[in-house]
């Protein structure tokens, strides 16, 4: 299969008109994408009332930001999940054949307690929280989204790790009759994976979310479940997963199998390691309009207090 890499981020948004037109010239020919993929196509979007709202009184959460929330038409038609399509409107426009319910997440690996997660047992969790946080994307873009979710450490703790578990994987969801983007000769080699290490994964900001807005996730936004670990690119919170597996080597993750000198394991969020094809020391604020002002990035894309010990003595350029 063709390697496919992360597109640049859009001209407008990150460089100049010349470097924008010649990554626009390479991913067509290569990809063969339709112009003007990358616009949102918004008139395939549902509005907020459109979504059913979670079952469950959702708590507030000391960990959310203050910053101001975009708004869901915001969240729900400017998303990357190639598994519908590479274009940012392409989720809105093609993930409502999704079939979500039932499901289930199969956890096993470095565990004694292996077993299965409905995805009711989330929904209706007394734990659920609103946890409003950034959103970086490493094509230089940000929004603040609310998400709804339940701490990913409470769901683990229930498997009973062993002593030689070191990292967790994750895995989506593999139903090219229902994901357009998994027919892509262009693609991704499907499923999609991704993987934390064991402490990052236990940290109290990583959730594992079920909502936005106190609605239930929508389709393009990785329905029904989705991972979300607030410190680090967009990429690694990985959408509708169907699997978790304890593990004691560092597993494969998609976007670092497509371009390892491009996208490292940990993939933290920083500014003083600029992506090989364009700068991560500021981002456009997605609503903030075309010639809307850009923002400086944050180590950590702010959460240094909370998530820095976790790196203490780490060379975060050779482990970007």
């Known amino acids: 299969m063709p390697v496919y890499r992360y597109p640049m981020p859009k001209g407008s948004e990150i460089t100049d008109e010349k470097v924008f037109l010649n990554r626009r010239q390479f991913m067509v020919g290569a990809a063969g994408l339709a112009a003007g993929a990358t616009v949102p196509t918004i008139g395939h979007a549902k509005t907020i009332d459109d979504y059913k709202a979670l ?21 729900t038609t400017h ?11 392409d989720p809105a426009a093609n993930a409502g054949t999704l079939t979500t319910d039932p499901w289930s997440i199969k956890v096993g690996g470095l565990v004694n307690n292996p077993g299965t997660i409905d995805i009711n ?4 969790s007394p734990e659920l929280e609103e946890r409003i946080y950034r959103l970086r994307c490493v094509e230089a873009w940000s929004m603040v989204i609310p998400w709804v979710g339940i701490p990913l450490a409470s769901v683990l703790s229930k498997y009973d790790q062993q002593g030689d578990a070191k990292y967790v994987s994750f895995e989506t969801l593999v139903r090219p009759e229902e994901m357009i983007g998994q027919k892509s000769a ?13 402490d990052e994964a236990m940290h109290p900001l990583t959730i594992l979310a079920v909502g936005v807005y106190g609605k239930q996730m929508p389709n393009q936004n990785g329905a029904p479940i989705r991972l979300v670990v607030p410190w680090k690119y967009g990429f690694k919170s990985i959408k509708s997963i169907v699997g978790i597996k304890f593990t004691a080597e560092q597993p494969a993750t998609t976007w670092n199998l497509q371009g390892p000198s491009e996208y ?25 309009g075309i010639f809307g002002s850009r923002r400086q990035t944050e180590q950590f894309n702010g959460y240094k207090e909370q998530v820095a010990s976790l790196y203490e003595g780490m060379d975060l350029v050779k482990n970007f």
């Open 55 to 75: 079952n469950v009184s959702v708590k507030n959460s000391p960990y959310s930001t203050k910053d101001p929330a975009n708004p869901f038409e915001d969240i």
């Open 79 to 89: 998303n990357n999940f190639y598994e519908f399509g590479t274009g940012k409107g």
């Open 121 to 124: 047992d989330i929904l209706n």
């Open 186 to 198: 262009f693609g991704l080699d499907w499923p999609y994976v991704e993987g934390l290490r064991l």
């Open 264 to 288: 490292g394991f940990y993939s933290n969020v920083n500014p003083g390691v600029d992506h090989p094809r364009w700068s991560q020391k500021t981002e456009k604020i997605i609503g903030s």
